[in-house]
């Protein structure tokens, strides 16, 4: 039996509008990451990680519109974690504020744009 969607969001980011996030603020991107994200995105080279950064902020702003909050109390960065699936390479939410049931996530870019969708389901 699947479950029932309880949401469904999207998001688009302009990659270059996160990068100068990060050069102006440091600590941008511990901000946005989970310690394990910020694992990955430490060992990538520097295109690869306004795309990683871009795509994972995307990704939470997709994560907070499925669930209805938005960004905010609710649903803050530090709660939603995407990592790589290890066989497949495809992304996967590995953490989330919601206690049951599972999120679906797809994120795919340009050279200058990400794009992210979430799919809430509740069980």
Same mark, same amino acid.
């Given at each position: 039996?699947? =479950?029932?969607? %309880?949401?469904?969001?999207? @998001?688009?980011?302009?990659?270059? /509008?996160? %990068? !100068?996030? %990060?050069?102006?603020h440091?600590?941008f991107?511990? !901000?946005?990451?989970?310690a394990?994200e910020f694992?990955? #995105?430490?060992?990538?080279?520097n /295109? /690869? *990680?306004?795309?990683? $950064?871009?795509? /994972? #902020?995307?990704a939470k702003?997709?994560?907070? !519109?499925a669930?209805?909050? =938005?960004?905010?109390?609710?649903v803050? #960065? %530090?709660?939603?974690?995407? $990592?790589? @699936? ?10 989330q504020p $919601?206690k049951? =049931? !599972?999120?679906?996530?797809?994120i795919?870019?340009? @050279? *200058? $744009?990400?794009m992210?969708?979430?799919?809430i389901?509740?069980?």
């Open positions: 039996m699947s =479950g029932v969607i %309880q949401g469904i969001g999207i @998001d688009i980011t302009e990659i270059t /509008r996160i %990068q !100068k996030a %990060q050069e102006r440091k600590n991107a511990a !901000k946005i990451l989970t394990a694992e990955c #995105f430490e060992k990538m080279s /295109r /690869r *990680k306004n795309e990683y $950064l871009a795509g /994972r #902020f995307s702003e997709s994560y907070s !519109k669930y209805g909050t =938005g960004i905010g109390n609710k803050s #960065f %530090q709660e939603v974690e995407i $990592l790589n @699936d290890e066989k497949s390479g495809r992304p996967i939410i590995t953490k $919601l049951s =049931g !599972k999120a679906h996530i797809s795919s870019h340009t @050279d *200058k $744009l990400v992210t969708e979430v799919i389901e509740s069980n």
